[in-house]
């Protein structure tokens, strides 16, 4: 008998059940599909007309690891001068995302500020303002 020693019995087998681990991803709490997307930066805009370039010079490919790879070259080789129209459009739409967040994180608050209890803070205030009998102390200076 060749190998005498089998891979089966160096196997662990301690009968314990298997279980799933939690992963990061399930400990995350859900994402809220109504929050605005963040902006897309120089290169991606970039990217939007490059993509329509390229798709004209080589109808035949398939290939969206190749167009990437090609613009990623092309971003790299362009000036400061010919990035410029494209960093502008980009602070174009981070300043308008800016501006949507801000009502976005507003609407939030304003949900969220209808939990408060109904005790306004002068309430509560006066309630510390009262001994334990339930009448008013007088400051003595």
Do not use: C, H
């Not at 009968?15 to 809220?32: P, R, S, Y």
């Not at 990623?72 to 494209?86: H, I």
């Amino acid at each position: 008998m060749k190998g005498g020693n089998s891979k089966a019995s160096s196997r662990k087998d301690d009968g314990k059940l298997d279980v799933k681990k939690q992963t990061k991803k399930d400990k995350l709490a859900a994402k809220d599909p109504n929050k605005p997307k963040r902006p897309a930066s120089a290169f991606f805009v970039f990217m939007e007309d490059f993509r329509k370039q390229y798709k004209e010079k080589y109808p035949k490919n398939k290939s969206v690891a190749v167009v990437g790879k090609a613009g990623g070259d092309k971003w790299k080789s362009l000036s400061e001068e010919e990035k410029a129209p494209y960093v502008a459009k980009a602070e174009k739409r981070k300043e308008e995302y800016e501006r949507i967040m801000k009502a976005y994180n507003q609407k939030l608050a304003a949900a969220d500020g209808d939990d408060d209890s109904d005790k306004s803070k002068s309430e509560i205030n006066d309630e510390d303002d009262k001994d334990s009998n339930g009448e008013e102390e007088e400051d003595d200076d």
